[in-house]
């Protein structure tokens, strides 16, 4: 199976703050790449697919890069509404698994 | 829009068995894969199964191999997973996700609500 290593496992930063969450793939997953955020008691909603593409709807602020083993998930400028934990899942082989999620809270 | 909505959770006693449905609307139903994924009371994501878009390709994780099976009914649009021989540690919210468009068997990106699991005696 991939191991998926996300890190930080949590982070606090202030409103307006740039926020940088990195995952790294135990092998190479090409861009078979998602982050999902999830806010407390609700199901996870997809952020960007495919390492870094923006999922319609989501804010601009969202965005994501990276290829083969090491990806990095960026909030530009953090909002309120941003708090969550966030993960990321690779879908280039069977079984999907996920990183250990980063906790994302305000200052 | 896509609208995933599960059902059939519950408490249920350690080596009994339980089914939970994922009704589907919004989009054509019967040319995606489906995925069932759970997440235990303060853990992380699991995946746990995947079905293709006919029914005929199924895979799971091996946590829940040979206790769970992932069947679908395209003229219902819905989505079902029977779990038996359930243990403490199934205990979860399960959520059903949209997969990929026909053989794109991987992908994930709308899931439901989910529903609450409980193994306890």
């Known amino acids: 199976d991939i191991q998926m290593t996300q890190s930080p496992s949590s982070l606090s930063a202030s409103v307006g703050d740039r926020v940088t969450i990195t995952c790294q793939a135990s092998?190479?997953?090409?861009?078979?790449l998602n982050w999902y955020q999830q806010r407390p008691g609700k199901a996870p909603k997809l952020v960007i697919y495919d390492a870094s593409y923006l999922e319609t709807g989501v804010p601009s602020r969202f965005s994501g890069s990276g290829s083969g083993t090491d990806f990095t998930f960026t909030i530009s400028s953090l909002q309120p509404e941003d708090i969550a934990t966030y993960y990321c899942?690779?879908?280039?082989?069977?079984?999907?698994?996920f990183g250990g999620g980063t906790k994302v809270e305000i200052k | 829009q896509v609208q995933l909505v599960e059902s059939g959770g519950g408490v249920v006693q350690p080596g009994r068995s339980l089914r939970l449905s994922c009704a589907a609307s919004g989009f054509t139903f019967s040319s995606y894969a489906m995925h069932w994924v759970r997440q235990a009371p303060g853990k992380g994501l699991e995946w746990v199964a995947v079905i293709s878009y006919d029914g005929t390709n199924k895979y799971f994780a091996d946590s829940v191999k040979g206790r769970f099976t992932i069947s679908r009914d395209n003229s219902k649009n819905t989505l079902y997973l029977q779990m038996s021989s359930l243990r403490a540690e199934d205990t979860a919210v399960y959520y059903c996700?949209?997969?990929?468009?026909?053989?794109?068997?991987?992908?994930?990106?709308?899931w439901g609500q989910g529903t609450l699991v409980t193994v306890s005696s």
């Open positions: 996700a949209k997969g990929g468009w026909f053989g794109d068997i991987n992908r994930s990106d709308y």
């Open positions: 092998q190479d997953i090409s861009n078979y």
């Open positions: 899942q690779q879908y280039n082989t069977l079984p999907l698994t």
